[in-house]
């Protein structure tokens, strides 16, 4: 992707902005940002500040999967919301969004610049449900909305639809909403089993990688190799399947309280933080202690709670 600006206008490979427009222009491994904004048009955020998230987008999501320049048009009197074009790295995005909103349409067209794979029928819904999910995680990150607005668009209703069946999809929402929720469970059991060394971004990057379109039975696999340990079950109940995502995860811990590996301090959590100074040899058995220790705290927290439904 690319842009080429003069007086007339702002030209890219898919979209273009004719008449004078102002350009914000950041770098980050090699890439570019430029968020353009129509002469005249008063947006919801600073482009400087949409620009900034963007840059720390591109460095926190380390997926694989992105060109060398990232156009993004900041546009007036549109439908809500926004679109992207993936294989040019091009977006738009209404000019009134909100970076301070969990469903932050900026964030989510960016994550979309992302997703260089091609997915098969059964995978349409994972293009939608993780940019929904990465666009909150990384709102979350980079401190544009709190915990509980991360964890509340999340953590929504129960769906009985099918992930991998459109058939099944009773509205348009269910990628963005049971297919985020189920994103963000997978991303905390994949940390977990793995003492939080790789997350769902590892299988993010393994699709975009992928040679053909992505099926289900390649998503299993991809799940595996990064957990190091069979998923397979969860997946064909919540993915391949009608079960709802439980409220709870498989520990106990409740939905909220441990969404996609973001969790409140704790003594594991800590010690993950200060330990990447420490050799591994030394470090893992020290994690795995802490980890069974705050296990066996949640146990006794939750012995006293009723189980909520999801």
Same mark, same amino acid.
């Given at each position: ?16 902005l004719v008449g004078s427009a102002d350009v914000v222009s950041r770098s980050v491994a ?6 353009? @904004? ?8 600073? %482009? ?7 840059? #720390?987008? $591109? ?43 969990? !469903?932050?349409?900026?964030?989510? #067209? ?11 029928? !059964?995978?349409? &819904?994972?293009?939608? /449900?993780?940019? !929904?999910?990465? /666009? ?5 990150? +980079?401190?544009? @909305? ?14 009985? /639809? ?30 977990? #089993? ?17 040679? +053909? ?6 998503f299993v696999r991809a799940v595996n190799g990064v957990a190091g340990t069979p998923m397979?079950? &969860?997946?064909?109940?919540? @993915?391949?399947?009608?079960?709802p995502v439980a409220d709870q995860y498989h520990d106990g811990q409740p939905l909220g ?24 040899? $030394?470090?893992? %058995? ?19 709670? $009723?189980?909520?439904?999801?």
């Open positions: 992707g690319g842009a080429l600006a003069d007086a007339d206008g702002v030209f890219g490979d898919r979209y273009a090699g890439q570019r940002v430029d968020v353009v @904004v129509p002469a005249g048009t008063t947006p919801g955020e600073d %482009p400087a500040a949409v620009a900034d998230a963007l840059v #720390e987008a $591109a460095w926190r999501l380390d997926v694989g999967g992105h060109d060398e320049a990232i156009l993004t048009y900041a546009v007036p009197g549109v439908r809500r919301g926004g679109e992207s074009v993936p294989a040019r790295d091009e977006f738009w995005v209404r000019a009134d969004s909100r970076l301070d909103d969990p !469903e932050n349409v900026w964030l989510h #067209e960016y994550v979309h610049t992302r997703q260089s794979f091609r997915l098969a029928t !059964e995978m349409r &819904w994972f293009r939608e /449900a993780s940019a !929904e999910y990465y /666009a909150a995680r990384l709102s979350y990150e +980079g401190g544009y @909305v709190d915990r509980a607005a991360f964890r509340e668009h999340l953590a929504g209703g129960p769906s009985r /639809a099918t992930l991998t069946d459109p058939d099944t999809w009773a509205d348009r929402p269910v990628p963005h909403d049971k297919g985020g929720r189920v994103l963000a469970v997978l991303d905390a059991k994949i940390r977990t #089993e793995t003492d939080g060394h790789r997350s769902l971004q590892d299988v993010f990057r393994r699709l975009n990688r992928h040679d +053909g379109p992505v099926t289900y039975a390649d397979d079950a &969860w997946l064909d109940r919540h @993915v391949d399947g009608a079960e309280g441990n969404l996609g590996g973001v969790t409140e301090p704790s003594p594991a959590r800590t010690f993950l933080l200060v330990s990447a100074g420490l050799s591994f040899v $030394a470090a893992a %058995p020290l994690y795995r202690f802490l980890r069974r220790r705050e296990a066996r705290r949640g146990e006794n927290r939750s012995s006293d709670r $009723a189980p909520q439904a999801g």
